[in-house]
């Protein structure tokens, strides 16, 4: 008997450790090795014993007991329920964000048309060309970030000159 | 079994923690035993069992129901072994050898005369040593081949390699674990 059938009988008999070696016509899904398996142990006394050896090892395995604690579960669980509302806390917000997002843009839009319907009315109450009503359109639209521009400009100079860390 | 992966998906994509409670009571057991015998430290084990949980609620969503769920846990806390081992030094499994410290604590088994229990407490102790000993990759097809009764298609699902891979750990995890059956390599 050659090396290489021992260690095909040794893969199968592996392989097939989870059906606990008995008959050996179960130990694989191919009749014609199940065949040639159970003629191999009949003759082969070390693969005899490599198969009783690996049903032991498995069924020592089996025997290894691992046990979550209940305070491991319990904490798990905590701790998933915890995130489980951040998560959903998240969700709200963000859904929030984005309806305001959208409100605000709407607001945006539309009360730029209606601007420029006023400054377009107005230009022509004042009968004023319609180039200078556009820009004082366009100074209006401006003007709130310019004015905010100035004041944290002004409030960087203010902090500036009172800790002393600008030197120039 | 299809029903319940579709269940399981329905409730994961909603975020169900009645659902969560309810999986992690029942997969307790086997995710701390795989996750034991990847990592082979309990409290590390514990930490990545919780992990683990926070995980399947945060991308619960990416569970395909045509699988089993507890395949897809499996790789999820595998993904997050190999991510705590990254963080500690680039690697994979390979990274996660003994330190020497004892994973599996082998209980008394019952219902056997003394000497039979003797004998057969002192074998769980000799694999149980020697399942410390092998390579993570190796601890880790046998658990889950003959904790979980996984099927080969299974595990290379777990493992991310190919049948013929998880065959030939599986072959040498036992043929390593022969001689600590017997206490020799002790």
Redesign the interface.
């Known amino acids: 008997m050659n090396t290489d059938a021992h260690e095909r009988a040794r893969k199968l008999i592996a392989l097939a450790g989870s059906q606990e070696l008995s008959p050996a016509d179960r130990i694989s899904d191919q009749p014609s090795s199940n065949a040639w398996l159970a003629a191999h142990l009949e003759t082969c006394a070390s693969c005899r014993a490599f198969a009783e050896n690996v049903g032991e090892t498995i069924r020592g395995l089996r025997a290894i007991p691992i046990a979550a604690e209940r305070s491991l579960v319990s904490t798990t669980q905590m701790r998933v329920r915890r995130r489980a509302l951040e998560l959903q806390r998240q969700r709200e917000r963000r859904w929030l964000v984005s309806v305001s997002c959208t409100a605000v843009t709407l607001c945006a839009l539309l009360s730029t048309v209606a601007l420029w319907r006023g400054f377009e009315w107005l230009g022509t109450r004042a009968r004023l060309a319609s180039s200078v009503w556009q820009v004082g359109f366009l100074v209006f639209c401006v003007m709130p970030a310019l004015l905010v521009g100035i004041l944290l400009l002004a409030k960087d100079k203010h902090l500036a000159d009172h800790t002393g860390s600008y030197t120039g | 079994m299809a029903q319940e992966s579709t269940e399981i998906a329905r409730g994961l994509r909603r975020?169900d923690?009645d659902l969560?409670?309810r999986l992690?009571?029942r997969y307790?057991?086997r995710?701390?035993?795989y996750l034991?015998c990847l990592t082979g430290r309990r409290e590390l084990a514990?930490d990545l069992?919780?992990e683990t949980?926070?995980r399947v609620?945060?991308r619960g969503h990416q569970f395909n129901d045509k699988y089993a769920f507890g395949t897809w846990l499996f790789a999820v806390a595998r993904n997050l072994v190999i991510d705590h081992m990254r963080r500690k030094q680039p690697a994979s499994l390979d990274g996660l050898l003994n330190d020497g410290e004892a994973a599996?604590?082998?209980?008394a088994?019952g219902q056997a005369s003394a000497f039979d229990t003797t004998l057969?407490r002192e074998?769980?102790e000799?694999?149980?040593a020697g399942?410390q000993h092998l390579p993570a990759e190796y601890r880790e097809a046998?658990?889950l081949?003959?904790?979980e009764?996984m099927s080969?298609e299974e595990i290379a699902s777990v493992a991310r390699v190919p049948l013929g891979t998880v065959?030939s750990r599986?072959?040498r995890g036992?043929?390593a674990?022969?001689p600590w059956?017997k206490g020799a390599a002790l």
Do not use: C
């Open positions: 975020r923690p969560l409670d992690i009571e307790q057991h995710l701390l035993r034991m514990e069992f919780q949980w926070i609620l945060e599996f604590d082998v209980p088994t057969q074998q769980n000799h694999i149980a399942m046998l658990v081949r003959f904790h009764g080969l065959k599986i072959y036992l043929s674990l022969e059956l």
